[in-house]
C-alpha cells in the first residue's frame, strides 16, 4: 500500500518561499506519476506540477511557472516542490499525489482522476 505524507507548510508573507516534501512508502514500482494538487476553501481542487519520476519529465500550469519547482529526491522516495514568489492567492490546502503509470506522454493534460494515492494535506497560508 503506498502512503503519502506531505511536510513543509506553513505561514509565509507574500514574496516568501516555502519548500514542501512528500515522502512515499510502500512503492512497489521503480516509476511513479507524482503530482502537487491544493485546494483552496470554496474552490475545487487543482493541479499546480506534476513530475514522472521515470525520466523527470515535469510540468507546471501556468499561474506557478517561473515559482514553483517540483524535484525528486531517488534515495528517499521524496518529491519536492520549491515555492517561491508566494502569492496571497497561493494559500490553499496542498496534496501530494501518485499512481503507478508512465504519465510523461500526457503530463500537460493529467487530472486528480489520474492519481490513485493520495497525502493527508499541508496547509500553505500566504499573508499580503
Known amino acids: 500500500q503506498v502512503q503519502l505524507v506531505e511536510s513543509g507548510g506553513g505561514s509565509v508573507q507574500a514574496g516568501g518561499s516555502l519548500r514542501l516534501s512528500c515522502a512515499a512508502s510502500g512503492y512497489t514500482s521503480s516509476s511513479y506519476c507524482m503530482g502537487w494538487f491544493r485546494q483552496a476553501p470554496g474552490k475545487e481542487r487543482e493541479g499546480v506540477a506534476y513530475?514522472?519520476?521515470?525520466?523527470?519529465?515535469?510540468y507546471y500550469v501556468d499561474s506557478v511557472k517561473g515559482r514553483f519547482t517540483i524535484s525528486q529526491d531517488f534515495a528517499q522516495n521524496t518529491v519536492y516542490m520549491q515555492m517561491n514568489s508566494l502569492k496571497v492567492e497561493d494559500s490553499a490546502m496542498y496534496y501530494c499525489?501518485?499512481?503507478?503509470?508512465?504519465?510523461?506522454?500526457?503530463?500537460?493534460?493529467?487530472?486528480?482522476?489520474?492519481?490513485?494515492?493520495w497525502g493527508q494535506g499541508t496547509q500553505v497560508t500566504v499573508s499580503s
Open positions: 513530475i514522472y519520476t521515470g525520466d523527470s519529465t515535469t
Open positions: 499525489a501518485a499512481d503507478d503509470w508512465d504519465c510523461a506522454s500526457a503530463i500537460q493534460d493529467l487530472d486528480e482522476a489520474d492519481f490513485g494515492y
